[in-house]
């Protein structure tokens, strides 16, 4: 039996307090004693446990989190306009996604690290795969609208703080680059906004989680590449300013061409950047021998319990009857 006396400061040496140890204690020592990080394989699980949750969704809980979501990444997006862009804008953007991240948002480009990872692992369907996308980039764009309509450019806040230039700018620069040039800054941006996302995954802890979704989220603002869910922000707010402001010279920027000739490029390249070189890359890395040995046995179950026809075998003369008739 375990002896649950300690010792105590205002004892005598040799005496021993039955007393249990105090709460607070307690809850140090358990502190202490659990892992702050996840191991790479268990990191692993935690994906797929996510998107099995996130894939068995109802469809009002998914459509509140996607917009929610979407929401919070344009008011990033805000955050940074209102600083004036630039190194302070890049380095106060990840706020958007650490709210994402800790309210279990749903955000498309997050979810290419999942349910890329989660298919391959054979935890959710290619249904519930293009459900979960469809629904996400469509909320996501609803609730980029909605803080770009209302608390961007209906309150005049980026007037008042002298940056409607800024955010028209940046669309311009955003929308008309060449095709390609889009789909490769979407591929950077994504990589490193899901390298951010697995390494949250990895730590146990709050702060553990912001400080790696916070670095890898600035750096990709740094380097100019494209997120399709900020874009949702940045393009619809500048097409509303430049219709406000028609002095402001420069192009504009048709429906036509925000869809298919900004967000589409941004869109493809996020789901390759999530979800082929984060997401794919580490399904191999830690899972893809049993998943390749669990689809061999279930090929080998069904051939196995495949319908056997047995035929009667005729006999010599019998046969030697037929071919001469």
Not at 165 to 173: F, R, S
Not at 177 to 204: D, R, Y
Not at 302 to 324: G, N
Request: hydrophobic share 45%; aromatic share 10%; charged share 15%.
């Amino acid at each position: 039996m375990t002896d649950t006396t300690s010792s105590h400061p205002d004892l005598e040496a040799g005496e021993t307090s039955t007393l249990p140890p105090k709460r607070s204690d307690s809850r140090l020592l358990n502190a202490l004693q659990r892992p702050g990080t996840k191991a790479p394989k268990d990191a692993l699980k935690a994906v797929y446990a996510a998107g099995v949750y996130k894939a068995n969704l109802p469809l009002d809980i998914l459509l509140v989190q996607t917009f929610m979501a979407g929401f919070y990444i344009a008011m990033a997006g805000q955050f940074f306009l209102s600083v004036g862009g630039d190194f302070l804008g890049a380095a106060m953007f990840p706020v958007g996604l650490v709210a994402v991240v800790l309210t279990s948002g749903e955000l498309f480009t997050g979810d290419a690290l999942v349910f890329i990872t989660a298919w391959l692992g054979q935890k959710v369907t290619s249904k519930q795969l293009a459900r979960n996308w469809t629904v996400a980039w469509l909320g996501n764009f609803v609730g980029a609208l909605t803080w770009a309509a209302l608390l961007s450019y209906a309150s005049d806040a980026l007037h008042d703080k002298g940056q409607v230039e800024l955010a028209i700018h940046i669309a311009q620069k955003k929308a008309l680059q060449p095709w390609f040039h889009i789909f490769l800054k979407g591929i950077g941006a994504n990589a490193m906004v899901c390298l951010g996302i697995w390494m949250a995954t990895c730590s146990e802890e709050v702060a553990g989680k912001i400080l790696a979704i916070w670095f890898p989220t600035t750096g990709f603002v740094i380097m100019g590449f494209e997120h399709s869910i900020a874009n949702q922000y940045f393009l619809p707010l500048g097409m509303m300013l430049m219709a406000q402001h028609p002095e402001i010279e420069g192009p504009r920027i048709t429906v036509q061409h925000l869809l298919f000739k900004a967000l589409l490029p941004a869109t493809l390249g996020n789901l390759v950047g999530g979800g082929i070189f984060i997401g794919a890359i580490y399904w191999y890395a830690f899972d893809s021998m049993e998943s390749m040995n669990r689809v061999r046995e279930r090929i080998g179950r069904a051939w196995s319990s495949r319908p056997h026809y047995h035929h009667k075998k005729q006999d010599p003369q019998e046969q030697a009857s037929q071919d001469s008739a």
